[in-house]
């Protein structure tokens, strides 16, 4: 046999040699945990589509994200459930409401170990379950959200958020919340922008997790999932309303998007591995169809070598400990 050139399996012939020439890293500090906390609760309560997951009270979110830290994962991001809901989302901005009393609470525990973030959109807030304030008409009005996302804004700023996640899909948001903040001296409070958030029916889970009010769909907001050059042109866009880094979400089924994403923008790329992902796994693993923890890390590394420089995933500090133990 003669075909010195494609002899390409002699870079796979040992671990030391794989090792040596794999492409791409996942490490624990390119891991975010989405964690929720919810209002009332006495004792974290189960998700029962997404096994593993819990809404937490104040006292177990101050615990997980403490074990979080000390499993090394880059940072948190916090999504509140409030016990009373309205057309404007009051509870959003209110300084007592549920999530920004967490971000204090948590800030203070593991403020300095990892980047603390705060979802910012109205959507668990609202009584109609929309990511904005709606108009006479019904329709989501895209204006009069902006002036309630600063409103939130600056309510997570204060209450000690490092990094705001704008997954809210309205038209300006960047901008107007870039403005919001530095008028009020919060010039160093980060903002993610979900550049590329399409409609998805991935995000199943997450409506149970957050106790979704929705009727409906986000579609007016939300991109379409045909769109790869549409999600291109919103990260485009977001960056030049000064977004700090932007998103594609979900991750798996948009990893086009997410390449093209990180090769149009030179600002940090981050990928959200949802709610529909994390329980198909965690599904396929109970029934004895999958083997669970190479399935997941294949996951991961997936999203980071199609160009996630980070990625937010609720195995984060199961990952994040076996990355550590060296798997
Ligand atoms: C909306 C929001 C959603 C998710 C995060 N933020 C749901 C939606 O847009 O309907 C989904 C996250 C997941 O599925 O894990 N603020």
Partial sequence: MSFPETRLRRLRQSAPMRALVRETSLEARQLVLPMFVREGLGEPAPIGSMPGVVQHSLDSLRAAAADAADAGVGGLMLFGVPAVRDADGSGADDPR????LATEAVVAEVGDALVVQTDLCLDEFTDHGH????ASDGSVDNDATLERYAAMALAQARAGSHLLGLSGMMDGQVAHLRAALDAEGFQDVLLLAYAAKYASAFYGPFREAVDS???????TYQLDPGNRREGVREAVVDQQEGADIVMVKPAMAFLDVLREVRDAVDIPVWAYQVSGEYAMIEAAA????IDRRAAVLESLLSIRRAGADAVLTYWAVEAARWLRAGS
Avoid: E, K, M, T
């Fill in 97 to 100: 409401g549920i999530l920004n």
């Fill in 131 to 134: 990511c904005g304030v709606l």
């Fill in 213 to 219: 009010q929705l009727q409906g769909d986000r579609r």
């Fill in 286 to 289: 109970a029934n004895g169809w």
